[in-house]
């Protein structure tokens, strides 16, 4: 069975405090990793996905990075605007389907 | 851009009711989903469709019905509510399986 974790639970930032968010996972072959960033009271809003180990995407002060075992997810220099939960997802080789993590709230005070 | 489209927003339910969320995408996608997701825990898919046509059990399936009317449209029933079934509901659709999922905005649903 596919397994997502995400840490830490809860990350509180200065604003401009870089920092990374960890998704570990466990399937038995990697479709893809997706993340998402989840607004309170919205749906989530895809961000990235990543294919293959030491693949790196960047969007803004986000980047994403994958190894085989796990992926992160840095914010560089952090705004209030950035806060929000940010959701990691994996999709095996055998289903379609997604695995979701349970997410990191990341809050960013000015 | 209206993207997927939930409704109802708010409900409250007594246990024993019946309602139905609707959900609408008009992005001439084919495969539409229904997940729900609970404090500490990930979103959790109910049901899925991965064409017009068909329909498949999820994760959590218990509980729960669906109907693909057409391309657009993918409804999830609950036939008798229970306490357990408080949750927000996301509709969600993608181009074909193993594409990109996009979500609705949520539907809030307290069982009392």
């Known amino acids: 069975e596919d397994q997502v974790t995400q840490s830490p639970e809860a990350l509180r930032l200065q604003e401009g405090e870089s920092s990374s968010l960890n998704c570990s996972y466990t399937?038995?072959?990697?479709?893809?990793l997706f993340w998402y960033r989840q607004d309170p009271g919205k749906g989530p809003e895809f961000l990235f996905t990543l294919y293959s180990a030491g693949e790196e995407k960047e969007k803004e002060r986000l980047k994403a990075t994958l190894t085989k075992k796990e992926s992160f997810l840095h914010i560089t220099a952090p705004k209030p605007e950035d806060s929000a939960t940010y959701l990691c997802?994996?999709?095996?080789?055998?289903?379609?389907?997604?695995?979701f993590g349970a997410g990191t709230t990341v809050t960013v005070r000015a | 851009n209206a993207g997927v489209t939930q409704t109802p927003k708010f409900q409250v339910l007594k246990t024993g009711q019946s309602m139905t969320l609707q959900c609408a995408q008009d992005m001439n996608h084919n495969s539409m989903y229904w997940y729900r997701q609970d404090p500490g825990m990930g979103l959790r898919l109910i049901y899925y469709?991965?064409?017009?046509?068909?329909?498949d059990k999820g994760e959590v399936p218990n509980g729960y019905n669906v109907s693909r009317l057409n391309k657009r449209e993918f409804s999830l029933r609950l036939e008798s509510a229970a306490p357990s079934q408080t949750s927000v509901y996301f509709c969600?659709?993608?181009?074909?399986?193993?594409?990109?999922?996009?979500f609705g905005e949520g539907s809030w649903l307290t069982v009392v």
């Open positions: 399937v038995s072959g990697l479709r893809g």
């Open positions: 469709s991965a064409s017009e046509g068909t329909t």
């Open positions: 969600a659709s993608s181009a074909r399986e193993g594409n990109t999922i996009y």
């Open positions: 997802a994996v999709r095996d080789l055998n289903d379609y389907k997604l695995s």
